[in-house]
Each structure stands twice: as structure tokens, then as C-alpha cells.
């Protein structure tokens, strides 16, 4: 299968790296296609910009190259992984801005004739998220996992009926453990071992 | 009152700007003093750096490019957010604005070896979002609306324990007419005149 990992954390040496490593090795071991897309690194902007507003409705809704071929990579993919640590109940802005500028018209969906929005990611079999929170998961639960929600529910949307979604969080990481850290570890490595 | 109205929308034609030109014209009839943020147009840098991530319990005047925002924030008692509702919540510029200026210090205080936060901001009595969205508000429903929960939780709880919030959505902003985006419109003014 083709597997595309999105990172979204700024520190470089983060556990929430060690996170997307864990899921690309694991996923390469079993024999999959494994694309990584670390957003801070490859200096994804955050903003979709006045140009690229304008151009969304049009023939050519995606003007940067970078977006455009992971564009192409998720169009190809089986699995989209995301990566990131939960900030205020939901995806860092540059994972926002990304979906944003990547999950444009002809990519994530298409608009009919009478200019309703109809799903574009059939080929997106499954949906796996992988987050690190700073609040207890009931603190979590209380307030709106909203992170979780955009991507399992407003992303799956545009995906086939069957697509299907996979959780794995780590809360309170603040007071986390290194033995928690490892497990969790081991359980995104289980997870993207068994697609 | 003391109204801080933050607007993010990267084109100046937009409905967006059309409906932050309403509200302030409103504000601005109700006598209130209003200060604007518009971060497209001041340049906000939206991402969170590797620094802020590293130092993000770090005191605030460690992170000199937030000041006037953070300032802003701390003097309003009314906080105003104009945006398009882009997949399910709010944009990524206006998300990094989230993400940066509501910091420690600023939002919330993390004592030692707290996993709770504590809020900062009691001078925001009402938090308002005036939004656009492209689907229905069933599909917002589905979805989970989690830009309406983001204001209405993540954000709230950070400020005064009396905080109201004021939803004022547009659904279905792409098949409605324009007799309905000139009544969201002129209720958008209204409201705003009207706050209290």
C-alpha cells in the first residue's frame, strides 16, 4: 500500500518525531510505500495566501509546487497518517493550513453541477491519527477532541463509505512517563506494522 | 466596552471583509472602543516556532513579536473573531495566532507538575464569532463542529468563569442568495450595535 505520514511539530528532535519515525519504519517493514511529509521542515506555510484564494474555485486551485506534489502523493495514497501534537483541542496551524491548501477542489472533493461538494478521496482507505496531548484524555473528551474530529470525521467525509479510522493518543504526556512514552511507542509501531 | 475584533480572511473582497466592515460599523455605533487585528494584512507568522515550542511555558516578554497581540488580548473584555469556517474551523493563519499568542503568561499559567492549566484572561467577558460556512449545517453537524468548540471551550474556559459566547454563522454560504448574505449581514451590524 501506499503510505503518506504527515508530521506537524516544529522541534526536530520531538517525541512527536520519534513518533512519525516509528510509524515510517514500522510501515516500511511490512512492505508498504511510505511517503513522510514533515510540514516545519519542509517549510510548509501555514497561510493560505490571497493568490491561492482566488485561484481555489478555478482550473488550477493549488500555485505551490511543494503542496502540489503532496497533492499528487495523496491522491496515490491508501493510508494518510497525521502526526502532531493537540494544541488547544485540535492540529497545529500548519497542519490546518496544509489541509487547507492540499484537501483543494480536485483533490479531497469535487463540486457537481449544482455545487455540492461531493467526496474526491476514494482512494483513502484508511485514516490513521497520532496525537500527543498536554490534558488527562477526560479533560480531553470534556472540552472536544476537535483535532481528531476535522480528520475522522469533516476528512473522512470526502473518503469512500469504507475508509476507516484509527486513534492513538497519548494524554497528560506532561507527566508522562518514559515507560508510557514507550509503550506508546510500541503501540503506534504495532499499529502501523498491522495496515 | 473594549472590543478587540481579530479578522482573517487573505482576500479584501471577501464576504469575510464585507462582514468585519459591518461589525465594526456596528461596535462603532454602539459607542464602544474597538482595536483591530488583521493578521493577513500586519504579516502574522502563523506556524509556532521550534524556540516558543521549547520555551513555551517561558515568560511573555521572552516573545517580543506577540506583544501587541498579547496586549490586545489582555486589555479587551470583548473578543470579536471574523472568519471563513475552512474544514471545519478556523483557518490555519488565524489557528497560529491561537497557537502563539495564547501562551503562558498570557492565557493561562501551568503551576509545577500541574496537568491542568490555570486561565489568565478574566477581563473577556464575551467571546463572538461571526463565520461563514461553505456546507450545510447538517454537514457542520457531522463534522462536529469543532471551530464552534474551539471558541466555545478550548477558548472560554481560559476566560472569565461568566463568559457568554455569541455564534453568528452563515451555513451554506456558497448556494445562498443575496437577499440571505445581506440579512447575515445586516444582522451582523445589529448584533454588534446591540452588545452588552
Excluded at chain 1, 489541509?99 to 476514494?122: C, I, S, W, Y
Aim: hydrophobic share 45%; proline share 5%.
Amino acid at each position: 500500500m501506499q503510505v503518506v505520514v504527515v508530521v506537524a511539530h516544529p522541534n526536530s528532535d520531538s517525541f512527536g518525531h520519534a513518533l512519525a519515525e516509528r510509524a515510517v519504519s514500522a510501515a516500511a517493514r511490512a512492505g508498504h510505500e511510505v511517503h513522510l511529509l514533515d510540514l516545519y521542515a519542509l517549510g510548509v506555510s501555514a497561510a493560505m495566501t490571497a493568490e491561492e484564494h482566488h485561484a481555489y474555485h478555478g482550473d488550477t486551485p493549488i500555485l505551490d509546487p511543494v503542496i502540489a506534489a503532496h497533492a499528487a502523493l495523496v491522491r496515490a495514497a491508501d493510508t494518510l497518517v497525521f502526526v502532531y501534537p493537540t494544541w488547544w483541542s485540535t492540529v497545529p496551524a500548519i497542519l490546518k493550513g496544509w489541509l487547507e491548501r492540499t484537501m483543494a477542489p480536485g483533490v479531497a472533493f469535487v463540486f457537481d453541477a449544482n455545487g455540492k461538494v461531493r467526496p474526491g478521496l476514494t482512494n483513502i482507505r484508511c485514516i490513521v491519527g497520532i496525537s500527543t496531548y498536554g490534558s488527562p484524555r477526560a479533560y480531553v473528551k470534556l472540552v472536544n477532541d476537535n483535532g481528531r474530529r476535522t480528520l475522522t470525521r469533516a476528512l473522512r467525509l470526502n473518503t469512500g463509505l469504507r475508509t476507516r479510522r484509527s486513534w492513538l493518543g497519548l494524554y497528560a504526556i506532561d507527566t508522562a512517563t518514559a515507560a508510557q512514552r514507550a509503550a506508546f511507542l510500541d503501540r503506534v509501531d504495532r499499529k502501523m506494522g498491522s495496515l | 466596552m473594549k472590543v478587540l475584533v481579530v479578522y482573517c480572511h487573505p482576500s479584501p473582497t471577501s464576504f469575510t471583509a464585507a462582514a468585519r466592515d459591518r461589525a465594526l460599523a456596528g461596535l462603532r455605533a454602539g459607542g464602544h472602543e474597538v482595536r483591530l487585528d488583521d493578521l493577513y494584512a500586519e504579516g502574522f507568522v502563523p506556524e509556532l516556532s521550534a524556540w516558543e515550542r521549547t520555551n513555551h511555558l517561558a515568560p511573555p516578554d521572552t516573545k517580543p513579536y506577540i506583544g501587541p497581540y498579547a496586549a490586545n488580548l489582555c486589555w479587551c473584555e470583548v473578543l470579536v473573531l471574523v472568519y471563513p469556517t475552512w474544514w471545519a474551523g478556523q483557518p490555519g493563519m488565524l489557528k497560529g495566532w491561537i497557537d502563539r499568542v495564547w501562551v503562558a503568561g498570557v492565557a493561562y499559567e501551568l503551576p509545577d507538575g500541574a496537568n491542568r492549566i490555570r486561565p489568565m484572561l478574566p477581563n473577556i467577558r464575551r467571546i463572538v464569532a461571526i463565520t461563514s460556512h461553505g456546507s450545510t449545517k447538517l454537514v457542520n453537524a457531522l463534522e462536529g463542529e469543532g471551530g464552534k468548540r474551539i471558541v466555545t471551550r478550548s477558548l472560554r474556559v481560559l476566560c472569565n468563569k461568566l463568559t457568554r459566547t455569541t455564534w453568528i454563522a452563515l451555513y451554506n454560504i456558497d448556494r445562498s442568495s443575496l437577499a440571505e448574505r445581506e440579512a447575515f449581514l445586516a444582522k451582523v451590524e445589529r448584533k454588534m450595535r446591540e452588545l452588552k
